[in-house]
């Protein structure tokens, strides 16, 4: 009997390079979900980090305005607007003296989905601003009355506020990751506000 050569057949090739396909496939979809699942919960903390950080601002700015400066008609408080002069206690007087000047404002864009917030002030005599912007923002952050996101009851009433002296701060942030999927993060803080 004639000695057999060690030679492949066509088969067993054609069977090694399904076997090296598939695994080469199944690479490559574990490292495309872990690359989506990055993107997914990069994207989620960058939204976070947005929320809680224009959820601090409004807190801290709020805590400092009294209650009749925002409710002043030529201030029009809205829910996606709010002005306020900034006042300090005047010791001799115990009343608040407010600046003329210098004032805290925030206005929402929901084209943009942008929340601004603008500081000016007067330093050495000469006006200065500082602007802050949160993107990513999907509703008006300013009410008194709340029932949840898109309903209609949600308002910002001035004679509640003046009463209540109680602000409602919703930040509900949304983004798209990879044009498909969505993050979304919501913060809902309800501030005290000075008395006058």
């Known amino acids: 009997m004639p000695a057999k050569k060690g030679a492949f057949t066509y088969f067993e090739v054609l069977i090694v390079f399904l076997i090296f396909g598939v695994v080469l496939a199944a690479l490559f979809i574990t490292l495309n979900a872990g690359y989506f699942t990055q993107a997914l919960s990069s994207q989620e903390v960058e939204l976070q980090s947005t929320v809680r950080l224009a959820s601090e601002w409004a807190a801290k700015d709020l805590r400092q305005a009294i209650v009749g400066e925002i409710v002043k008609v030529q201030n029009s408080p809205s829910t996606s607007h709010l002005k306020f002069n900034l006042g300090t206690w005047n010791t001799t007087t115990h009343t ?101």
């Open 96 to 196: 608040w003296d407010i600046s003329a000047t210098d004032y805290i404002e925030y206005t929402y864009d929901s084209q943009a989905k942008k929340l601004t917030r603008t500081y000016v002030f007067t330093e050495d005599e000469i006006t200065k601003t500082m602007t802050l912007a949160f993107n990513n923002l999907i509703e008006a952050p300013f009410y008194t009355r709340y029932d949840g996101p898109g309903d209609p009851d949600n308002t910002l009433n001035t004679t509640d506020l003046s009463n209540n002296k109680k602000l409602i701060v919703v930040l509900r942030g949304e983004k798209t990751v990879r044009g498909t999927e969505k993050v979304s993060y919501a913060m809902v803080s309800q501030i005290l506000i000075r008395n006058e």
